[in-house]
């Protein structure tokens, strides 16, 4: 007997027929002797469905206590799917009980809209599974040390799961959604994208931090930091295939870097629509400019991703750096009103059509020439790159976005990560 937890994303609870097939589904994997918690997203959409009536009513955030409203809300759509889940299973003849994060509890910290998990107290969950319920725990909330509800982010989901496995020391995390695992790209973007059967932990966690949303980037974190073994699978199987067959179908995030040594050097592309570019022209050229931009960023509580500095000319520079969109109107506000004056830069332009296409592999440790291949493609295309970033695994450029879907293909051909 093992302890297994499921988790389900959105369009695999995404109606009461959908929450039947997994409750069919759990139903199965407690009848081949397995002690079961499952974790469900809300229904597809919902989580979007209720922020956007935040949104109609209060346009901009109104106050300091407005993200723990949204939390509030937010959070509400778990709570159904997994009720829902609990009712299904009993129509299935199996005992069952759902949890919010705050009944278990998950505790996490008070930074509403992206809390992160501190810490979890199985004591409930394990007295409900020895008498032989499955569990179903909440996704994507917990609660703070306030008894605040709070929500970890979106896709929050899949880190519940992980976390929930590495507190209970479960033999195995399973990620059902609505593809079959994960891909060298995302399967929307690039139909040719191939299946991976096994993708190491440190290029699912490049993968994941840079753009491939199939896993939020905590989870994969967690998964790393507690060796919970975890698989990405498809919930659109017919419920009733065979048990071995489902345990061993889909993708399974490995640990060991061994085996990965004869495959390609490139694994995957992630790409990301997410950030801005923000320049500060005509920067006069002395010790201090860095800390006196990026400080000032860094004290809004602004995360900053890619920076270039350029050449300077006549003593003057530019400085450009990458923010998140959603920061980029209050970071280009700061930059005007208060840096600006106090450096003596001429202007501050910024660019919110801008993405990020990165290339991930562990064999790219090993070989060279890997960066100079994927910038010779983008130049074969036509594609302008306006910044780089590179680490030991990946190489990262952001090119202007109407070029995003066309970059990714051609990087997918040029590393031959169409063919098996
Ligand atoms: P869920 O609701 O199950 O959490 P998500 O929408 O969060 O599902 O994640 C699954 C989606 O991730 C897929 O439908 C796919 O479009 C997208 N995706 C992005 N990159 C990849 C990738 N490399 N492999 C597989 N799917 C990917
Ligand atoms: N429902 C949440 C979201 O849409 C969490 C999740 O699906 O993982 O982001
Ligand atoms: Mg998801």
Redesign the pocket.
Known sequence: MALIVHKY??TSMGSTERIRNVAKRVAKWVRAGHQMVVVP??MSG???RLLGLAKELAPAKTGTSYDRELDML?ST??QASSALLAIALQSEGMESVSYAGWQVPIKTNSAFTKARIESIDDVRVRQDLAAGRVVIVT??QGVDPDGNIT??????????AVAVAAAMKADECLIYTDVDGVYTTDPRVVPEARRLKTVSFEEMLEMASLGSKVL?IRSVEFAGKYKVPMRVLSSFTPWDIDIHEEAKSGTLITFEEDEKMEQAVVSGIAFNRDEAKISVVGVPDKPGIAYQILGAVAAANIEVDMIIQNISKEGKTDFSFTVHRNDFARTMDLLKDKVVPALGANEVTGDAKICKVSIVGIGMRSHVGIASKMFRSLSEEGINIQMISTSEIKTSVVIDEKYMELAVRALHKAFDLDQA
């Open positions: 994303g959105g997203s809300a919902e989580t979007n937010a759509g778990e996704g994507f929500t970890l982010g979106r896709g929050g989901s899949d880190t519940s939020q």
